[in-house]
């Protein structure tokens, strides 16, 4: 939640607040970030740490070093968000939105489970399930196209789930757990490369006489509670070009 201590090593920390300037706009590309003296002074610390700070910045794709200029921020689109990274933000920040991200496209229904929903919720075939549907975008388009699937019995106990706009109070995880008392305390993630289809092509907004060739990224969560119930079924489709990344410590 926000406020929570941060433990991250000083140089990730850097790292991460030029990452949000730059995913935000704020740091727009061609802009030059300060010198490594510079950084150093400005975050109290080792001109070691201010070039380690630059370096994961450039092993990220985020800029370039530029000899005898600087370092120069990229012009990229940023990796796809899964429901798994977007849980995570939420925890530690407050906010479940990727730096520069907005959301539109708002959709809900109570509808049929399709199999392979009811099958990752261990529920019949055809049982009553919420389908709730948004569209994630950044300054170069869609980042992805992202449904989450909630057995209906939570609309009872959270009306706002079957409405077609955006939730007020929290995500869906967040609001099912603060209206049920259980929390979220594990999560099955997947992820894999799929061709193009109509329905993909439709869904992420593409050209279908003129579709991109390159397979798209489609991440799938299923989030359970402390009681062992199935809440929420997320499948979050990447935009063609875009990728899936993670990062953690290694100690």
Known sequence: ????????????????????????????????LPSIKNLAEEWSVSTATAEKALRKLRNDGLVRGIHGIGTEVLDRPAPMSSGSQRQDRGRRTGSSWGAGERSDS??????????????????????DVIRRSRVYRDRHGIVAH??????????????????SERLTGGTSLQLIAQAT????????????AHLLTPEYVQLLELDPENPPTEPVVVMTARFVDSEGNIVEYGVDLGAPGRTWRTESEVS
Do not use: C, F
């Open 1 to 32: 939640m926000a406020g929570q201590a941060d433990n991250r090593a000083p140089y990730a920390k850097i790292a991460a607040h030029y990452t949000e300037l730059i995913a935000s706009g704020q740091l727009q590309p061609g802009s030059l």
């Open 146 to 163: 992202s449904t989450s699937w909630i057995p209906a019995r939570y609309g009872k106990l959270i009306p706002q789930l079957a409405a």
């Open 181 to 192: 008392g259980h929390p979220i305390s594990h999560r099955v993630d997947t992820a894999s």
């Open 106 to 127: 708002h959709q809900a229904a109570v509808v049929p489970a399709p199999a392979e929903v009811a099958e990752a919720l261990d529920i019949q075939p055809g049982s």
